[in-house]
């Protein structure tokens, strides 16, 4: 799978490069493929502390509390062990793929939030990736069947 990094905004395309960036609505010009743009856990079985505090992890819950129709509850947090929120260490932006297509970039700020995320979905299936952007220690992501 092929990733194409936005210059402009950091947006990570997967497999073809958009006519616009979704996020930023650069060109496709200001793409460029870097398939190392993702970081990978070394023993996915055994990871080190760095990888416990960046790989996201996803929680969906199926029943919503807040909206009555199809509403998929998915709740993210950064890291098994929590990643800082501090002004030297953050996470910068969680962005949220639904079948390889962006359906929400969320952006943090440091000191007052924490390193976590929840969002609503109105639909029950497809392969959802999360991918977080921590501004030390680069892009992670997480990839959970619906
Ligand atoms: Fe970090």
Redesign the pocket.
Known sequence: MNTYVCGKCGYIAFDNVPESCPVCGAKKEAFSLDNNAIKRPTDPNNLSE?EK??IPVVKIERKCGLIDSVCLDVNIKIGEIT??MQSQ???MYIDVYLDKNLVSRYHLTPEKLNPALGIHLKVNSGKLLVLEN????GRWVKEELL
């Open positions: 760095l505090k960046h990643h800082p260490h953050f996470i921590c501004n030390l220690h």
